[in-house]
């Protein structure tokens, strides 16, 4: 162990530190990402005003996550320089110069120099237009880059996991005859009761019986309709009678918004879900539209890691302890 105490080995582990110091202390500081009391209250200010609606503790908390990310987003973009050369940046710096500054003494507004104008007062950075560009252009980088086409296998297995969205929705087919209370007046109600009575004892089928009925905007029969096009139709108690209904009998009276009817159901088909080759395109893009925001997200993770954080919010801190 005695070389543990050699004065070289001492001289080369003092060097190594001070070099490794005098190299951190070349690096530039990062600066941080700052969201002030005062860009919380213009954020709540701002989802009242598109919302109409007070922000939620929740709210808060996600309203300043999306500043945060649009913050790195931001700073990624320009890191990458997607704004050099960006025509659409350019454009819209040399309109805003044009707009704030006074005509050029010999009346050429030559873009060049206005856009010059507009870097040297910061606009290419502080530009709330311009930042959104960027953002968008570093969003859309990330969620493309490295994208490639699932396997049979990959989207066959994301098709298996999601299946049950894409089932067709159940249907039924009915007659209905229609009993209106502008006719009917105080006795709708019992009027609908003997007509149902007396359908059932002379075992009327529908096409003879739904000919008694008063007329009504919508046709006696109804075939393959969903359940959610039979509620817009006549409501949700029709709807529900519909669905749990005896089939192939008269039932009733039923309720709408238009007075009272009697129901034949016809028919139900359940809903299933078809085949992956069927829905093909579907599926593909939504896989594709999962992979591009996992992308972004890691991107969003690795990006955070980064840059220290100072957030003013109460709301948004408390929901990071918890998390």
């Known amino acids: 162990m005695r070389w543990l105490r050699a004065p070289l080995l001492h001289f080369l582990v003092g060097g190594a530190a001070v070099f490794w110091v005098v190299r951190a202390s070349d690096r530039p500081a990062v600066a941080p990402i700052v969201v002030t009391a005062d860009d919380v209250d213009r954020l709540r200010i701002d989802y009242t005003r598109e919302t109409g609606l007070e922000p939620t503790a929740a709210d808060e908390a996600a309203l300043v996550d999306k500043t945060?990310?649009?913050?790195?987003?931001?700073?990624?973009?320009?890191?990458?320089?997607?704004?050099?050369?960006?025509?659409?940046?350019?454009?819209?710096?040399?309109?805003?110069?044009?707009?704030?500054?006074?005509?050029?003494?010999?009346?050429?507004?030559?873009?060049?120099?206005?856009?010059?104008?507009?870097?040297?007062?910061?606009?290419?950075?502080?530009?709330?237009?311009?930042?959104r560009i960027l953002v968008q252009k570093m969003r859309l980088l990330a969620a493309r880059t490295g994208e490639q086409a699932p396997s049979d296998a990959e989207l066959e297995a994301f098709y298996?996991?999601?299946r049950d969205e894409y089932r067709t929705p159940e249907r039924v087919s009915f007659w209905h005859m229609f009993l209106a209370s502008s006719v009917h007046g105080a006795s709708t109600a019992s009027d609908a009761a003997a007509v149902l009575?007396?359908?059932?004892?002379?075992?009327?089928?529908?096409?003879?019986?739904?000919?008694?009925?008063?007329?009504?905007?919508?046709?006696?029969?109804?075939?393959?309709?969903?359940?959610?096009?039979?509620?817009?139709?006549?409501?949700?108690?029709?709807?529900?009678?519909?669905?749990?209904?005896?089939?192939?009998?008269?039932?009733?009276?039923?309720?709408?918004?238009?007075?009272?009817?009697?129901?034949?159901?016809?028919?139900?088909?359940?809903?299933?879900?078809?085949?992956?080759?069927a829905v093909r395109?579907?599926?593909?893009?939504?896989?594709?539209?999962?992979?591009?925001?996992?992308?972004?997200?890691?991107?969003?993770?690795?990006?955070?890691?980064?840059?220290?954080?100072?957030?003013?919010?109460?709301a948004w801190q408390a929901r990071r302890a918890s998390s």
């Open 68 to 131: 945060i990310d649009e913050e790195l987003l931001f700073r990624e973009a320009v890191a990458r320089g997607l704004d050099r050369h960006d025509r659409s940046i350019r454009n819209w710096l040399v309109e805003q110069m044009r707009v704030l500054t006074d005509p050029h003494p010999d009346g050429a507004d030559d873009p060049d120099r206005l856009y010059a104008h507009a870097q040297a007062l910061g606009l290419d950075r502080s530009d709330l237009v311009v930042r």
């Open 160 to 162: 298996g996991d999601h």
């Open 197 to 277: 009575a007396r359908v059932r004892r002379d075992d009327r089928g529908p096409l003879d019986a739904a000919r008694d009925g008063d007329p009504f905007a919508v046709s006696p029969h109804l075939v393959a309709q969903s359940l959610p096009q039979v509620a817009k139709l006549f409501g949700t108690a029709f709807e529900t009678a519909v669905r749990t209904g005896n089939t192939r009998t008269w039932i009733g009276p039923v309720a709408s918004p238009y007075g009272t009817h009697l129901v034949w159901i016809e028919a139900r088909e359940a809903g299933a879900a078809p085949p992956l080759a």
């Open 281 to 314: 395109g579907q599926v593909l893009e939504r896989w594709q539209d999962e992979q591009r925001r996992r992308r972004v997200h890691e991107l969003l993770r690795e990006l955070a890691r980064r840059y220290p954080v100072r957030v003013e919010s109460a």
